[in-house]
């Protein structure tokens, strides 16, 4: 009988723990430290060394069809502003971030990125201007992906539905969740996504979505969820992953959790 009440008090604590897990994802890599910088290779080695469960990057495809890495459709490069759809690579790479480096492409993240056993890469594709370019971008982001054998190391988030759809055509093992917030659970598990990935605001408007996401068997993520408050809401709601840009602040609740 003793051995029963333990074994049952033991799958009992197993089960919380896998409930309340939220993970981290760190938003832009972990640029909030000395010598970082949003979307640099810095910041996403920082994020493997705070070992996040992801490394969140932004991509769009250059005029030439090179996949960069930013987050803004535009760079300023000689008090230049340019739009990165209208700019081929090679003028691209020469903008600096703040923190010294040079502007990477796709292709020298994932270099970096080979060695990063301890986060995987969240990378988030950004609508383009048709959905012909949109295509090209999702085609080769995940060629790009399994040439080096990393598709179980990544997953995918977009703004585009068309992407989102178009990405799951492709690679229906892919992890891939929707950012606009305007989609129940119910219709992304009818599509085909791992999850929501919705904004703390949508998310505390509608905080049932977490238990239907959950109930589909779908994920949760929330992003940028950078104050106390709607952190430890979040928390509480037991979502699965806070994308944020103060990630110590979240492991250090997580840990008074």
Request: proline share 4%; with cysteine; net charge neutral.
């Amino acid at each position: 009988m003793k051995f029963k009440n333990l074994f049952f008090v033991s799958f009992l604590a197993i089960c919380f723990q896998v409930q309340g897990q939220t993970e981290i994802i760190t938003h832009r890599g972990f640029w909030k430290t000395d010598e970082s910088a949003q979307n640099s290779l810095t910041a996403l080695k920082k994020a493997n060394e705070f070992k996040a469960y992801g490394s969140e990057i932004d991509i769009w495809l250059s005029s030439d069809g090179i996949p960069i890495v930013n987050h803004d459709a535009h760079v300023t490069l000689n008090d230049e502003k340019l739009n990165i759809q209208d700019t081929p690579a090679s003028v691209l790479t020469q903008v600096k971030l703040r923190n010294g480096e040079y502007l990477p492409t796709l292709e020298s993240y994932l270099d970096v990125f080979e060695d990063c056993n301890n986060t995987k890469l969240i990378i988030e594709i950004k609508p383009q201007r048709t959905k012909y370019k949109e295509d090209e971008l999702v085609e080769k982001t995940l060629k790009m992906i399994r040439d080096r054998s990393l598709q179980n190391r990544v997953e995918y988030i977009s703004f585009s539905l068309n992407i989102v759809v178009k990405t799951i055509h492709l690679d229906p093992l892919a992890k891939v969740f929707y950012l606009s917030g305007n989609l129940s659970p119910k219709v992304m598990k009818q599509i085909g996504a791992a999850g929501i990935d919705y904004n703390v605001g949508i998310i505390k408007k509608n905080p049932q979505w977490v238990k239907e996401s959950h109930d589909l068997g779908l994920k949760v993520n929330v992003w940028t969820v950078n104050k106390p408050d709607d952190i430890q809401q979040m928390i509480d709601l037991n979502v699965d992953y806070i994308t944020t840009d103060e990630p110590q602040l979240v492991k250090d609740m997580l840990g008074k959790k």
